[in-house]
């Protein structure tokens, strides 16, 4: 940039020189460097305080990584070409389902055993009353001859021996009548156990199907918004679960293109929302497209600290971290089918020192202009 200048400046001494015939001698020649140099310093720290330029700059996008809900065995993949474009709920790939189709009929068969069983409660309850009044009357019963031997035996009409056998009938059948009614409150528990008006049994039942339902269409695996996925290196045959940190591919959904740039420190005071803003991609020479600052990022990544027992050095600060500033483009270039993450040169353009803020714009150009021009080798 600074050689781009004193080009400028030289080409307008020249011209200076020849138009109005000026001598080449000591103080002239001296006095048009000096002009330059001062010239050039002036401009370059006035524009670069208040018309930040930096070359890192870049397409950011966020990616999708498809972990299948369920564990199993790859048995179909969608061939689909790199970069193709996918539709929201599209097969990306199947996991073998016969483990996961069986758990759906074994839990249907406990369902309809859970539903058969709630609708003959209401009987076992009946039972339970009827076993319990017999219970009763066998108690009773057994309490009045206990009584009647108890007399005979003042009178020697039975022996100690009877009267102690109906007594131990008794309290067996007391005992029975205690157990029916145990087994009658249970059965009315059973029976008025509901949940949203549905018996807890098998509304439980119904949620493990659900649930072994839900397993079992998941392992069709499908795209989750409008996109594409990017380097398709699945294959049939291969082990796909559900550990988050092994996605079996990397799906790329629509989204608005947004660029991030990381400027110097210097320039934070200058940089705020709303700014105008261009961007120059070395894919796209001789074009510069308009932006503008959508915000600047609250946090510097490089003084992150996380409770790790680590003792942080010197070098955690020796670092000359940038701060990240989010760019958005005020005009569409979808035509140029520019692939995600590519890079460009940024300049931001303040209310300060507006008059400088052309030159900036005349450098960048420059600079888009100067992307025909490379080697390869």
């Known amino acids: 940039m600074e050689l781009m200048i004193l080009i400028i400046y030289a080409s307008l001494c020249v011209g200076i020189f020849k ?30 305080y208040n018309h930040p330029h930096t070359k890192l700059a870049t397409q950011y996008y966020v ?6 809900q369920v564990r199993g065995r ?3 993949v969608n061939q689909f070409a790199p970069n193709q474009r996918i539709k929201k709920g599209e097969m990306l790939f199947r996991i073998d389902p016969t483990p996961y189709q069986a758990e ?3 839990k249907k068969a406990e369902l309809a055993d859970a539903i058969q069983a709630a609708t003959t409660l209401q009987l076992d309850v009946n039972a339970a009353k009827a076993r319990l009044e017999e219970a009763k009357l066998t108690m009773l019963q057994k309490q009045r001859e206990a009584e009647r031997y108890k007399k005979l035996v003042a009178t020697q009409g039975v022996s100690q021996l009877e009267a102690e056998i109906k007594t131990r009938e008794a309290l067996s059948a007391k005992a029975t009548y205690e157990t029916r009614i145990a087994e009658l409150e249970k059965t009315e528990k059973l029976l008025n156990s509901n949940i949203n008006g549905e018996n807890t049994t098998v509304a439980a039942k119904r949620a493990a199907l659900e649930r072994a339902e839900f397993d079992l269409a998941s392992t069709t695996v499908r795209a989750p918004s409008d996109g594409y996925v990017s380097q398709p290196f699945l294959q049939e045959g291969m082990m796909a679960g ?23 420190q210097n320039s934070l005071l200058r940089l705020k929302p709303g700014d105008e803003a261009e961007l120059a991609f070395p894919a796209i020479p001789g074009k510069v497209f308009p932006a503008k600052v959508k915000g600047i990022l609250p946090a510097i990544g490089e003084s992150e600290v996380q409770a790790n027992g680590t003792t942080y050095t010197r070098k955690f600060i020796d670092e000359q971290a940038m701060p990240l500033v989010v760019l958005e ?5 979808d035509e140029y089918q520019l692939p995600f993450g590519a890079t460009a040169e940024a300049a931001v353009y303040t209310e300060h020192a507006h008059h400088l803020a052309m030159m900036r714009k005349i450098l960048l150009r420059m600079n888009s202009w100067k992307n025909y021009l490379y080697l390869d080798h």
């Open 19 to 48: 138009l109005f015939k000026i001598p080449l001698n000591k103080w002239s020649v001296p006095t048009a460097i000096l002009g330059g140099v001062v010239l050039m310093v002036s401009m370059l720290l006035f524009m670069n």
């Open 63 to 68: 990616s999708t990584p498809i972990v299948p």
């Open 74 to 76: 790859v048995i179909e």
């Open 104 to 106: 759906v009929d074994a």
């Open 242 to 264: 559900r550990l988050a940190i092994r996605p079996v591919m990397t799906f790329i959904g629509e989204q608005k293109r947004q660029f991030i740039a990381a400027f110097r």
């Open 329 to 333: 483009l005020t005009e569409d270039m």
